[in-house]
């Protein structure tokens, strides 16, 4: 069948859920992925012709974008700044808002000859550690995650990236474990992205994410939004460093209440950041004693 046929099939039936461009951009990356074609190599041979066995993963990736499956897990990997990950359904697929908590806590660093512990909590596809683990060579990464499928992932992830990183299976909401977990070990800055969308937000979310992502990744109670961050801003009170840093992904309408956390449980030097949509979405304190 011809190629350029195949698209418009795409586009008779995805338009009306996606939009012409993100159709295109969706076919691209498909051909990409499964013919080895460009998308200049594409428009350069409008008549170019392809197998029945080449057809097949195209139109299986057709069905799968029909029923609002995220092209990253049809195509199993994304980018994350700017390196490659594999993700499947047991992991999130990694935010651009994400970055941004990366970028923060690596600007935030200060040159120095000190070998800095950092644990990423709720590691998922392993993109904060990983992508940390490559910025910032001075310092030994773990993370951890609930998910033994998650961390398998993560794993396979700090494998394709190069990156060394020590994953921990654990629960943080489990506090009779932490001190089995984490013996005699204090960090420098423990970073998390942890579940924070209260099911009451299910409404303003997409198909996409609510039919698909793990909701282990997603969703807290709406009576206890913050159930995540108490537990692991009480185990920073423990296992951070004198001096060490806690950075959160946040809940944007949840930012004053994770100031008030943060402030109650003597974090100082507290800073509240936006993300690039002017939400607040990421917050630091840093523990000033032990
Ligand atoms: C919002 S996702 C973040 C994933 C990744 N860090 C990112 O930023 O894309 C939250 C992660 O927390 C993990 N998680 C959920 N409950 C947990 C628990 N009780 N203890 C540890 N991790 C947990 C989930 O499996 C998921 O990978």
């Given at each position: 069948?011809?190629?350029?046929?195949?698209?418009?099939?795409?586009?008779?039936?995805?338009?009306?859920?996606?939009?012409?461009?993100?159709?295109?951009?969706?076919?691209y990356?498909l051909?990409?992925?499964?013919?080895?074609?460009?998308?200049?190599a594409?428009?350069?041979?409008?008549?170019?012709?392809?197998?029945?066995?080449?057809?097949?993963?195209?139109?299986?990736?057709?069905?799968?974008?029909?029923?609002?499956?995220?092209?990253?897990?049809?195509?199993?990997?994304?980018?994350?700044?700017?390196?490659?990950?594999?993700?499947?359904?047991?992991?999130?697929?990694?935010?651009?808002?994400?970055?941004?908590?990366?970028?923060?806590?690596?600007?935030?660093?200060?040159?120095?000859?000190?070998?800095?512990?950092?644990?990423?909590?709720?590691?998922?596809?392993?993109?904060?550690?990983?992508?940390?683990?490559?910025?910032?060579?001075?310092?030994d990464f773990?993370?951890?995650?609930?998910?033994?499928?998650?961390?398998?992932?993560?794993?396979d992830?700090?494998?394709?990236?190069?990156?060394?990183?020590?994953?921990i299976?654990?629960?943080?909401?489990?506090?009779?474990?932490?001190?089995?977990?984490?013996k005699?070990?204090?960090?420098?800055?423990?970073?998390?992205?942890?579940?924070y969308?209260?099911?009451?937000?299910?409404?303003?979310?997409?198909?996409?994410?609510?039919?698909?992502?793990?909701?282990?990744?997603?969703?807290?109670?709406?009576?206890?939004?913050?159930?995540?961050?108490?537990?692991?801003?009480?185990?920073?009170?423990?296992?951070?460093?004198?001096?060490?840093?806690?950075?959160?992904?946040?809940?944007?309408?949840?930012?004053?209440?994770?100031?008030?956390?943060?402030?109650?449980?003597?974090?100082?030097n507290?800073?509240?950041?936006?993300?690039?949509?002017?939400?607040?979405?990421?917050?630091?304190?840093?523990?000033?004693?032990?």
């Amino acid at each position: 069948m011809i190629l350029k046929e195949i698209q418009k099939i795409f586009h008779i039936e995805l338009d009306s859920i996606y939009g012409k461009e993100e159709v295109d951009s969706f076919f691209y990356l498909l051909t990409d992925e499964f013919l080895g074609m460009s998308r200049l190599a594409f428009s350069l041979q409008p008549g170019f012709a392809i197998s029945k066995e080449e057809e097949q993963p195209l139109f299986e990736a057709l069905t799968k974008l029909k029923l609002e499956e995220p092209i990253q897990y049809i195509l199993g990997k994304t980018e994350f700044f700017g390196l490659p990950f594999k993700v499947n359904q047991h992991t999130l697929i990694p935010r651009p808002e994400t970055e941004e908590l990366v970028h923060w806590i690596i600007s935030k660093q200060e040159q120095s000859n000190k070998q800095l512990k950092i644990l990423d909590i709720g590691t998922g596809s392993g993109c904060i550690a990983i992508s940390l683990a490559k910025n910032l060579p001075n310092a030994d990464f773990f993370a951890m995650d609930v998910s033994k499928e998650a961390l398998k992932v993560a794993s396979d992830n700090a494998e394709l990236n190069d990156a060394a990183v020590t994953f921990i299976e654990g629960n943080i909401l489990d506090r009779d474990r932490w001190n089995m977990d984490f013996k005699n070990v204090k960090f420098d800055i423990i970073v998390s992205n942890p579940p924070y969308v209260r099911n009451l937000e299910k409404a303003e979310m997409k198909n996409n994410v609510l039919n698909n992502e793990p909701s282990l990744a997603l969703f807290v109670d709406d009576d206890n939004p913050l159930l995540f961050y108490q537990a692991i801003t009480e185990f920073a009170t423990i296992y951070l460093n004198q001096n060490g840093n806690l950075f959160f992904e946040i809940n944007q309408y949840l930012g004053k209440e994770m100031i008030m956390l943060l402030e109650n449980s003597k974090f100082n030097n507290i800073e509240l950041k936006k993300d690039m949509f002017g939400n607040d979405r990421m917050i630091r304190g840093i523990k000033t004693s032990d």
